[in-house]
C-alpha cells in the first residue's frame, strides 16, 4: 500500500511502436497508482518531450521508430536541454539476449525487461529505480547508472574462501658438499 501511495505522484513516459504493449503497460502502470502515464509512439517526439517536461521514469520498446530502443536510452542521455538526463529509463525487449542486454547497459538503460514480462516486476522495479536509485557515472564514453549494480551487503554465513592456517611439511634435498676436482 506504501509502494502505490510512493507512486501516486510518478509521472511515467511509454514510447513504444506497438499499440497493444503500450495500452497493457499504461494498465499495469494505473493500476499501480502511478497518478501519469504519458505515451508517444515517435521517439524523436518522446526526445522533445523529456526536453520540455519532467518525467519519473521512461519505459521505451525496444523497436520504437525513428529512433531504436537501444539508441533511445543514449539520446535520452546525452541530448542537450534534457530536463533529467537521469531518470530511469527502462527497455522492454522481446528476446533480451546476453549481447543485448550488455548494449543496452553500455547506452546508460536502468535496466531490461524481457517479454514476457509480469505487473509485479514492472512495478517492483520502477519502485527500486525511484527509492533507491543506483549512483550515475559521467565519463567521456559512458552516462549513466552504475553498471555494477547493487552493493551486496557483508555475507552472514560461514566464510567458505577463508582457510585457516594449516602446517605444510616441505621436502628439501639435502645438500650435499662436493669437493672441488684437482685441476
Known amino acids: 500500500m506504501r509502494e502505490q501511495a510512493g507512486l501516486r505522484n510518478m509521472r511515467v513516459l511509454v514510447v513504444g511502436g506497438r499499440p497493444s504493449g503500450v495500452q497493457v503497460l499504461r494498465a499495469v502502470l494505473a493500476l499501480a497508482g502511478v497518478g501519469s502515464v504519458s505515451a508517444e509512439p515517435d521517439s524523436a517526439r518522446a526526445i522533445e518531450l523529456l526536453r520540455h ?22 539520446a535520452a542521455r546525452r541530448t542537450p536541454g534534457i530536463l533529467n538526463p ?12 546476453r549481447r543485448q542486454v550488455e548494449q543496452a547497459r553500455d547506452t546508460g538503460v536502468t535496466d531490461v525487461l524481457a517479454r514476457p514480462v509480469s505487473a509485479a516486476i514492472i512495478i517492483r522495479k520502477l519502485h527500486l529505480a525511484v527509492a533507491r536509485p543506483r549512483p550515475f557515472i559521467a565519463a567521456a564514453d559512458f552516462f549513466g547508472p552504475d553498471r555494477r549494480g547493487a552493493k551486496y551487503m557483508s555475507f552472514a554465513g560461514q566464510e567458505r574462501r577463508k582457510h585457516a592456517a594449516r602446517k605444510v611439511k616441505v621436502a628439501l634435498a639435502a645438500k650435499t658438499e662436493v669437493d672441488p676436482a684437482p685441476v
Not at 53 to 74: H, I, K, M, Q, T
Open 53 to 74: 517536461e519532467a518525467f519519473n521514469a521512461v519505459f521505451c520498446d525496444d523497436r520504437c521508430e525513428p529512433v531504436s530502443g537501444v539508441a533511445f536510452p543514449l
Open 86 to 97: 537521469m531518470v530511469p529509463i527502462f527497455l522492454l525487449c522481446s528476446a533480451a539476449r
